[in-house]
């Protein structure tokens, strides 16, 4: 069974960065450039939704609209470790942030239901 843990989440100013990390457990011998992996966010009260995601199966790689140009997904398939840059963070970047992964390649890497895997959430806030 695969375990995502993220770190990297806390508070920073408008303007600034974080990079969140999101470390993979239990992944099966294909290896983790055999699976999608991906971020999404959640306001409070509200869905969760796509922030980005990495499909090394088809080389693919997406971004929502709102963070493109900010935010940079990456991964270290020797560490199954996968990242994301975020810089010149907004307030409206203010999310519970989840790594999600699934085997294999999402048909929509934007709809929640294509993984199977969820880590358990990182806080970002970004304040003055």
Same mark, same amino acid.
């Given at each position: ?10 508070? $920073?100013?408008?303007?600034? !960065?974080? *990079?969140?990390s999101?470390?993979?457990?239990? /992944? ?9 992996? =991906?971020?999404? *966010?959640?306001? @409070? =009260?509200?869905? *969760?939704?796509a ?9 693919? /790689? ?7 140009? *900010?935010?940079? /997904? !990456? ?21 519970? &942030? &989840?790594?999600?992964?699934?085997l294999?390649? @999402? !048909? ?15 806080? $970002?806030? $970004?304040? !003055?």
């Amino acid at each position: 069974q695969v375990h995502l843990v993220e770190s990297g989440g806390g508070l $920073v100013q408008p303007g600034g !960065s974080l *990079r969140l990390s999101c470390l993979a457990s239990g /992944i099966t011998a294909s290896g983790f450039e055999h699976y999608a992996v =991906g971020w999404f *966010r959640q306001y @409070p =009260g509200e869905g *969760r939704q796509a922030v980005s995601c990495e499909s090394p199966m088809d080389d693919k /790689i997406y971004y929502a609209d709102s963070v493109k140009g *900010r935010f940079t /997904i !990456s991964s270290d398939n020797a560490k199954n470790t996968t990242y994301l840059q975020m810089n010149s963070l907004e307030p409206e970047d203010t999310a519970v &942030y &989840y790594c999600v992964a699934t085997l294999g390649q @999402p !048909s929509r890497w934007y709809d929640e239901r294509a993984y199977d895997y969820w880590g358990q959430g990182t806080q $970002v806030t $970004v304040s !003055s």
